[in-house]
């Protein structure tokens, strides 16, 4: 179970991105989170992993204290957390294969990575990977030479690779098409349903919440401000949320 | 005062006319500006209209079209009459005076004349169409040289002879001659040098090249501030590692040393000291691959991670020597093979070179694996210190470890005071910056306080930045003054130049390519748990490849430049020969350097773009 005790994050310039955020997440929840840009979604799935550092509050896993891990703790975590982008994040000279393996890198020994040595069953997992999100024939395809979709269904395999327990996903399907979204959308409920990982998922359109998330839980400028099922947000909850002169859309 | 209707006019009108006494300031102070530019360079323009200095000009710019490249065989065909200056007081001679009518001769009209009076010289029988000149002979034998003539198609031609201000009583000489190329045209020895040089300039700019991008990329990581910004350690962690690093290096530097004084001996039987090299590195890399294993699911044991630390730190020994053995060996093998192999000795040489190359470069490597082990291991020790002991027992570590580390650093200042200047006195060099710096070290760990916070990679990002900024201050023409007196004048004083400015150069431009790559796949390779050094190499790495290829290719051509002048300064390649010549005032020489060198500039400026245009 990861639990979010109190956690407060103030960036360098003075502004407050979350204020005494406090929540659980049971494992093998798919949990949404919403809000409007800026109300510190990015800042709260990055104080899990901590590529954000964060001020103050703990967050336990498993009863692991994240927040107090020290350097090479901290990558033994990380590797067991998937993450995916809204701009997908992937190194586009390299091709497809190297940025899935990428996901390796916190179990392989770093002496290898000097001279660029994935092992042979790193490799044929990257291959499976591949097949299962149906680009295998990209295999050696420079990233930026897929489409938007290609390349977060790259961005989903990465995380995979790392053999997960949990994913944090940022706005993964923000930058894509509603057809393109609901097909990523659909990888990561798999993953969630097939494989029991965890998923921890920020979104912007409510109706992709409804459709997957088993829970819901909403940031206002920092602040939580929502936690429940998604069939509980009602308009007047909606625009607690999104604030007065909000309309619905989708 | 504002008026009726609002508007201030009077403020308007006073900041007009305010306006226009700053541009009335602004332009007298650049009037003045350039009249004090225009004394001080001394600028002159009558001597540009001189007609002696024009007449200078058009001498050098003759002889620079005619670069001294092409020479051929010349056959000469002379002719010689008496001349007396001035006229014999007999009144004898009046008339043209001719040499022996037998083959080419010559006459002179008339025959006798005054200093600065004008003969006409003309001759007949000499070969058609050929190019002469009529030179002056006193009595000393020296040459010289009046007027210039080309005969015609009967072979005869007229000159017009002023005479010199030589006058003696007795009958001097007026001699033309006549110069016919014959045979093939063939290069000369200045266009052999030429040749010599320009190949000499171009390798230089390379070699420089080369060994100054391999120094620069690393050192751009440490001058790019996205990379350094989120490198911190507690205070403790670093002046455990300041103070284990001069002396990791020390380790690494005495295990080098112990390495070549033992293996000395062996060297002396190629064959016996390739099969124990080769044994060893089997031997490393059997040991390397255990203590490595690629990939590892769980975390192993703490007695397992010793054991591997202990068969690593072997294994890098054991390493260490085979490759000091194989440098060995290559010294000794390219000396021989140098003996035999005739026209392509270089390569044994090269061989020879590449040997002790590598024997210095393991000295590098032994001194860079000392200090990064003991630093690591020391860094190691503190943490696991620290979290045994309690938090006022931390603070306390802090506060000693730094301050003995702002002591050891300030100490190692005052040496290197000590040796620059010789002060003789402990007091300054020695217990004072000590004292100073466990001062500054205990500030620093009291300000900072017990979080692993302390900047140390913005420290070592604006420490190599300084480095950099310094070292690029310097042109490589001045470097190579200081270094040609380290290694001699040169060519390789022009490479160590050209390399370190290249560095400079390089590990600026480098480090800002660095600084705008996209964050995104930095920050997706950090959450899949790699290490920072695993961050560079797949998420840095990819993206800087192409602008680090253009850049390296600008350098060349840069360094191509560079190279065509740096002679001048005592660099070796061409510009040692152009500088050579233009201070003999041989002309027609330098300007087949010039040409060369162009020719070079232009080449180079094609091929590395069109290889930029390639690589991008």
């Known amino acids: ?250 | 005062m504002p008026n009726a209707s609002g508007k201030p006019p009077s403020p308007t009108r006073l900041a007009r006319l305010g306006r226009a006494l700053l541009v009335l300031f602004a332009i007298i102070f650049g009037f003045l500006i350039y009249a004090y530019g225009f004394q001080v360079t001394k600028v002159d323009l009558e001597e540009t209209k001189s007609p002696r200095r024009q007449e200078q000009l058009f001498r050098i710019l003759r002889a620079l079209a005619q670069p001294d490249l092409i020479e051929y065989d010349q056959r000469e065909t002379s002719a010689r009459v008496p001349v007396f200056l001035p006229c014999p007081e007999s009144g004898g001679l009046p008339g043209p005076v001719a040499s022996l009518p037998s083959g080419p001769s010559i006459t002179l009209d008339p025959g006798c004349g005054a200093a600065g009076e004008r003969l006409t010289v003309t001759g007949e029988g000499f070969p058609a169409g050929a190019d002469g000149r009529v030179y002056f002979v006193p009595p000393n034998g020296i040459q010289l040289s009046t007027a210039d003539f080309r005969t015609d198609q009967g072979g005869s031609f007229t000159a017009s002879v002023q005479l010199p201000e030589r006058e003696t009583p007795e009958a001097q000489t007026i001699l033309a001659i006549a110069r016919e190329n014959t045979g093939a045209p063939r290069l000369t020895q200045n266009a052999h040098d030429t040749w010599d040089k320009i190949v000499e300039t171009v390798f230089m700019a390379l070699l420089g090249t080369t060994f100054g991008t391999i120094i620069a990329v690393p050192l751009s990581f440490l001058a790019a501030r996205n990379l350094m910004k989120d490198v911190t350690g507690t205070v403790a962690a670093l002046a455990v590692i300041l103070i284990a690093i001069p002396v990791g290096a020390w380790l690494g530097a005495s295990v080098w040393r112990v390495a070549l004084a033992g293996t000395s001996a062996m060297a002396s039987s190629p064959l016996a000291t390739i099969a124990v090299a080769a044994a060893m590195l089997v031997v490393t890399g059997f040991a390397l691959r255990w203590a490595l294993p690629a990939e590892e699911t769980v975390i192993p044991p703490r007695l397992l991670r010793q054991a591997r630390s202990a068969v690593i730190l072997v294994a890098g020994l054991l390493g260490l020597l085979a490759f000091v053995l194989i440098s060995r060996l290559m010294v000794h093998a390219g000396a021989q093979l140098a003996g035999v192999l005739g026209v392509v000795a270089f390569v044994g040489t090269f061989i020879t070179a590449l040997g002790e190359v590598i024997e210095v470069l393991l000295g590098a490597i032994a001194i860079g694996a000392g200090a990064v082990l003991l630093a690591g291991t020391a860094g190691n020790l503190v943490r696991r210190v620290r979290e045994a002991v309690s938090h006022q027992g931390g603070r306390q570590l802090d506060l000693a470890l730094a301050s003995l580390a702002g002591a050891v650093g300030a100490a190692l200042l005052g040496a290197i005071l000590e040796w620059l200047y010789r002060l003789q006195d402990a007091r300054l060099t020695l217990y004072g910056p000590a004292i100073v710096g466990a001062g500054v070290g205990l500030l620093i760990a009291w300000r900072v306080g017990t979080a692993d916070t302390f900047p140390v990679g913005l420290v070592v990002y604006n420490l190599t930045r300084t480095v950099l900024n310094v070292l690029r201050a310097v042109e490589p023409l001045i470097m190579v003054i200081v270094i040609a007196v380290w290694v001699g004048i040169g060519p390789f004083a022009g490479v160590l130049a050209l390399s370190l400015h290249t560095v400079a150069a390089l590990g600026k431009l480098f480090s800002e390519d660095v600084e705008t790559i996209s964050a995104g796949p930095l920050e997706a390779v950090t959450a899949t748990g790699a290490t920072r050094l695993q961050m560079i190499i797949y998420a840095v790495v990819p993206q800087i490849i192409p602008t680090y290829v253009s850049l390296t290719m600008y350098r060349w051509d840069i360094n191509v430049r560079l190279s065509t002048i740096i002679g001048f300064a005592g660099g070796g390649g061409i510009g040692f020969l152009l500088q050579q010549n233009a201070n003999l005032l041989n002309y027609r020489a330098a300007s087949a350097q010039i040409l060369a060198i162009a020719l070079v500039v232009i080449a180079m400026d094609y091929l590395s773009s069109y290889l930029r245009q390639k690589a991008v």
């Open chain 1, 1 to 250: 179970m990861l639990s979010i005790r109190n956690l407060s994050k103030t960036y360098d310039g003075g502004v407050q991105a979350l204020t005494d955020v406090s929540f659980d997440v049971p494992d093998g929840q798919f949990l949404a989170i919403i809000g409007l840009s800026g109300s510190g979604k990015s800042t709260l799935l990055r104080c899990i992993n901590r590529l954000v550092e964060p001020t103050s509050g703990t967050v336990l896993w498993d009863d692991v204290d994240v927040t107090a891990a020290g350097k090479a703790e901290i990558r033994y975590i990380r590797r067991q957390i998937g993450m995916v982008f809204q701009h997908f994040n992937l190194v586009h000279r390299s091709p497809v294969v190297t940025n899935i393996l990428a996901g390796r890198l916190g179990y392989v020994n770093p002496a290898w990575s000097l001279i660029n040595r994935f092992p042979k069953m790193d490799i044929d997992k990257a291959m499976h990977i591949l097949e299962r999100v149906g680009i295998a024939d990209k295999a050696k395809v420079r990233a930026d030479e897929l489409s938007g979709g290609q390349q977060q269904r790259v961005g989903v395999a990465r995380a995979m690779m790392q053999d997960p327990r949990m994913i944090l996903a940022d706005e993964p399907v923000a930058s894509l098409d509603p057809v393109l979204a609901h097909s990523i959308m659909q990888y990561l409920e798999r993953i969630n349903r097939e494989d029991k990982v965890t998923v921890l998922c920020s979104l912007h359109f409510l109706d992709l919440v409804h459709r997957y998330a088993d829970r819901a839980i909403a940031l206002n400028e920092g602040r939580l401000v929502f936690d429940g099922p998604p069939q509980e947000i009602d308009d007047a909850r909606f625009k607690a949320i999104y604030g007065q002169d909000a309309e619905r859309v989708g």
